[in-house]
């Protein structure tokens, strides 16, 4: 079955020109965000055939009419042509209870994504780790190697340095995206530094269906090519949205390499967009069960 709904993007920035990548990281940011440009898209998503409940409609019709209705509050309904289509599929995890929307093709320019799902839904406690304190854990993630893509979906406790408060209304979209960067890094350096890390360009919060989510985007210098290894300059473009539930953050990234931004980066963007914290079902396991368990 497939379904279709039409948004338009919000401002996004753009890598087009060359000098930008001999500047320092800062005024990369500042000349990013001040290079965005506007566009729009036509996303169109399929879904596989699946048993549906007694109104004749299955849980993943269901997801994709939530986000829809929901994507339409962040990203106004508007006209677009052809040329502006974008064709994407649903996942949906039902361990962790969330699901978002991935890019599938962009027909006018006769690109496929190659995705490879690198790492399957699984329960928080036997997730990868993406620091040495194990805090910050990747619950899924898939990677599209031949277009540098990552897409994953990280699970991890605030940061209580940074969102001292226990009520999230009082949270600013900055702190939520300061706490979720401090724990995200390989390395065993402290928060401060693995801040220093990224640049962040921009940070805002929204509303949908009664829950809280944070977008922010960002630049990390460093990427995993062994290509871009030997250019010190280049940096990876980042998106993000942050939702929390059961006192964890739930947090849904996308990235590609600064240079490829500009004909990625609106695609990534309505991934980010789509992200949404699903009812629990009997299949979910809070982060917080059984940690000691790792299988």
């Known amino acids: 079955m497939a379904a279709t709904a039409l948004l338009s993007s919000p401002p996004l920035p753009s890598s087009s020109n060359p000098s930008i990548l001999s500047t320092p990281l800062k005024k990369q940011s500042k000349i990013?965000?001040?290079?965005?440009?506007?566009?729009?898209?036509?996303?169109?998503?399929?879904?596989?055939?699946?048993?549906?409940?007694?109104?004749?409609?299955?849980?993943?019709?269901?997801?994709?009419?939530?986000?829809s209705s929901s994507l339409s509050l962040i990203f106004p309904f508007s006209g677009v042509t052809a040329e502006e289509e974008l064709k994407m599929g649903s996942s949906v995890d039902d361990i962790n209870?969330?699901?978002?929307?991935?890019?599938?093709?962009?027909?006018?320019?006769?690109?496929?994504?190659?995705?490879?799902?690198?790492?399957?839904?699984?329960r928080y406690s036997s997730a990868a780790p993406l620091s040495p304190d194990a805090r910050l854990r990747i619950v899924s993630e898939r990677v599209d190697i031949i277009d540098n893509l990552i897409i994953s979906v990280s699970i991890g406790p605030p940061?209580?340095?940074?969102?001292?408060?226990?009520?999230?209304?009082?949270?600013?979209?900055?702190?939520?995206?300061?706490?979720?960067?401090s724990d995200k890094s390989a390395l065993r350096v402290t928060s401060t530094q693995r801040l220093a890390e990224s640049s962040?360009?921009?940070?805002?919060?929204?509303?949908?269906?009664?829950?809280?989510?944070?977008?922010y985007d960002y630049l990390v210098r460093k990427s995993p090519t062994k290509a871009a290894a030997q250019e010190?300059?280049?940096?990876?473009h980042y998106v993000a949205s942050t939702a929390e539930r059961d006192g964890y953050l739930y947090t849904l990234s996308a990235s590609t390499l600064g240079k490829q931004w500009e004909k990625m980066g609106p695609s990534l963007e309505k991934t980010?967009?789509?992200?949404?914290?699903?009812?629990?079902?009997?299949s979910y396991v809070p982060p917080y069960k059984d940690p000691w368990r790792f299988w």
């Not at 009082?170 to 995206?177: F, G, L, R």
């Open 32 to 67: 990013l965000w001040n290079q965005k440009k506007c566009g729009k898209f036509r996303v169109c998503s399929e879904f596989c055939k699946e048993p549906t409940t007694q109104y004749g409609v299955s849980r993943r019709d269901l997801t994709f009419i939530a986000l």
């Open 97 to 122: 209870a969330y699901s978002y929307l991935y890019p599938i093709e962009m027909p006018s320019k006769n690109f496929v994504f190659k995705w490879v799902e690198t790492r399957k839904p699984e």
């Open 159 to 181: 940061n209580a340095q940074l969102l001292k408060s226990k009520e999230k209304s009082t949270w600013s979209a900055k702190d939520v995206a300061d706490s979720v960067l």
């Open 200 to 215: 962040l360009l921009d940070a805002h919060a929204s509303v949908i269906d009664g829950e809280s989510y944070w977008y």
């Open 232 to 236: 010190s300059n280049l940096f990876r």
């Open 272 to 282: 980010v967009a789509s992200f949404r914290l699903l009812p629990p079902t009997e």
